[in-house]
C-alpha cells in the first residue's frame, strides 16, 4: 500500500502551486474548477509517485497553523544529497521563506532542514 496524496486548504493557490512546482521539482495539473461550489485545485506530481493536492473554496475558514497541534504536522522531501539540501535551503532563505529549523544531522541520522511553504505548512528537506 502506498499514500496517494496529501491534500491542503490555502487561500493562495496560485502561489503554493508556483512554491512547489519551482522549488521542490513538482509537476501540475491544469486547474479544476468547480463554479458552483466555489472549489478549485491542482494536484503536484513528484518523482517517485507523491502527489499533493492544492485546495481552495470560498466558504473555508481561515484558521493560523499551529507547530503542536493535532494532526498533520508535516511533510518531507527525500534529496539525494546533504549538499542539495543545503542549496535548496539558502536558495529558498534568499526568496524570503522562513527556515524553521536550521540544516542540522537528526538524532535518527537523517540531515534535513526544514522551511515553512507560503501558508505555513511545515516542510523537510531530508537527506539520509
Request: net charge negative; charged share 25%; with cysteine.
Amino acid at each position: 500500500m502506498t499514500i496517494h496524496h496529501l491534500a491542503i486548504w490555502t487561500f493562495r493557490l496560485e502561489e503554493l502551486k508556483t512554491f512547489y512546482t519551482t522549488y521542490f521539482k513538482g509537476k501540475s495539473n491544469e486547474k479544476y474548477i468547480n463554479p458552483q461550489k466555489g472549489f478549485e485545485s491542482y494536484f503536484i506530481s513528484f518523482n517517485g509517485g507523491a502527489t499533493l493536492e492544492l485546495m481552495s473554496r470560498t466558504d473555508i475558514q481561515h484558521a493560523p497553523i499551529e507547530e503542536n497541534r493535532q494532526g498533520l504536522t508535516h511533510f518531507a522531501f527525500s534529496f539525494d544529497s546533504k549538499e542539495e539540501v543545503l542549496q535548496t535551503t539558502e536558495l529558498l532563505r534568499t526568496k524570503g521563506y522562513i527556515i524553521a529549523s536550521e540544516p542540522r544531522t537528526s538524532g535518527d541520522g537523517y540531515f534535513e532542514s526544514v522551511i515553512l511553504d507560503p501558508d505555513g505548512n511545515r516542510i523537510e528537506c531530508v537527506y539520509k
